[in-house]
């Protein structure tokens, strides 16, 4: 697996590089954005994927959360990848919540979108290889995170693999996709309409059958837009509550789903999986 | 003078709002962005002015930068207008260095920009007191900086009117429009050919006459791609040294001319104006 250089900007003493390789998940060339703060410079550092939301692509998070002061400060590499397979030959739908830049963290089994749409394998599987073979990765330091779509999937895949993910954490995350509109139309599309396939990538029925191996960090503006219909932070609350799992949930007066929510708060957020991935032997 | 609120997000504690309002300097409607920090309820606060670079809005710096985070940290008013008037009836040119996006900050006497092309009375002269009615700022406790052609626009209204704004810095400015080609293109274009009539707008030409009181702070990038041809930054050392103006001119090693720039150093920026305006009396 080789990386393409898009471009490549010098960023508080680190370097904000876009790249792109062809992907064996999702049979397309993939884009993502990845920060390597100075401290790679003296030998293999921590690694923290973050997953963008619905409509975005890498190129969001990396140019608006203002994540590399703090990745700088803590010597974090941080990795923001696309949210779903591109291009001509890929599926796509009208809505802004299905099909192109809306792949939910998934492996699709449904037409049409079987072929491509198999981002749950891509960022579980395919990036933390990838990335290793690229980068000065610390082993066994790797964390995930992310926003809405992207916290629920970075969720559902650290709950589902933490022998890989050492911390996870989430802004805003889609947490009972299952239960909300949100989640129903994108789960019924690229999965069918048997509820009993959707369980692998639902956060709050994952955690009836297992925990992860230390707290959930998680931040959520109580003006939300979505939070009431397509957010439903309590499930998660009481999800975690029903199997001892650690959670920290702050609630956030007065801001919204932006990412100026994102940007107050992504600095927590990187000092959480700076902390829990210093940790001699984390996720080995 | 009355603000229409486009939208407003809750970020670092404070609000991030976007504004419309009719301006009496360029007959148009104008759009800016504002940061009011949460010292803000206490009282009045100082504020920055910040100009941006060819091809912007008041968007880019406002989601890009991530100067939200440092100015609530020092408790300042941030400030980004758009970079020229807008819409149907404004003139526009094709090139990306001229018209819409590309004001200079200069008041056009020449057809067909002179009836809206007024961006020099706009910032220097409506935009103070429209902020002064509208957000609580403290009376004389407002700086400008900005970045590219919004730093040869920060430089030349501190420099013509000191007794406004009580400090100045800029980040990869045009320091002397008259002698580059951008500078050469836009001033030829709105003021027309007689260099004459171009020394109110160059910073290096305004020092032969004047000076600023106080250290103008500058950042520049030594990997920008511009700073040869377009930016010449030797040209504002030597037009500060012929009169005695304290410069603090940093060049950042690896650093290009992008807002990854920008967002590494603009909390120097804001650091800088918070120390200068918070001196009792400045500018008064």
Redesign the interface.
């Given at each position: 697996m080789t990386l393409t250089t898009i471009r490549e900007?010098?960023?508080?003493?680190g370097v904000?590089g876009t790249y792109t390789h062809p992907s064996r998940a999702t049979g397309t060339d993939m884009r993502l954005s990845v920060f390597v703060p100075p401290q790679a410079a003296e030998g293999p550092v921590p690694a923290l994927i973050y997953l963008s939301g619905l409509t975005c692509s890498d190129e969001n998070f990396t140019?608006?959360a203002?994540a590399?002061?703090y990745a700088a400060e803590h010597g974090l590499i941080v990795v923001a990848p696309d949210t779903s397979p591109r291009g001509e030959g890929v599926a796509d739908d009208a809505a802004y919540d299905l099909g192109q830049g809306a792949g939910f963290y998934v492996d699709a089994i449904r037409e049409p979108w079987a072929p491509h749409y198999k981002m749950y394998s891509y960022v579980a599987d395919e990036l933390p290889e990838l990335l290793a073979g690229a980068f000065p990765l610390r082993a066994g330091a790797l964390g995930i995170t992310g926003h809405s779509m992207g916290g629920h999937g970075a969720l559902v895949i650290a709950l589902r693999n933490p022998e890989r993910f050492a911390s996870v954490s989430a802004l805003a995350p889609i947490v009972a996709p299952s239960h909300v509109p949100w989640g129903q139309k994108a789960l019924a599309a690229y999965l069918g309409d048997d509820p009993e396939l959707w369980r692998d990538y639902d956060t709050c029925e994952l955690l009836a059958g297992r925990s992860f191996p230390g707290t959930i960090l998680v931040d959520q503006?109580e003006?939300d837009a979505f939070l009431a219909e397509q957010l439903q932070p309590q499930r998660l609350v009481d999800a975690c509550a029903a199997v001892g799992q650690p959670l920290d949930l702050r609630m956030r007066s007065?801001?919204?789903h932006?990412?100026?929510?994102v940007?107050?708060f992504v600095?927590h957020h990187v000092a959480h999986h700076a902390a829990a991935l210093a940790r001699p032997g984390a996720a080995e």
């Open positions: 900007h010098r960023c508080f003493g904000q140019t608006k203002g590399q002061r503006g003006a007065g801001y919204d932006s990412y100026y929510f940007a107050t600095g």
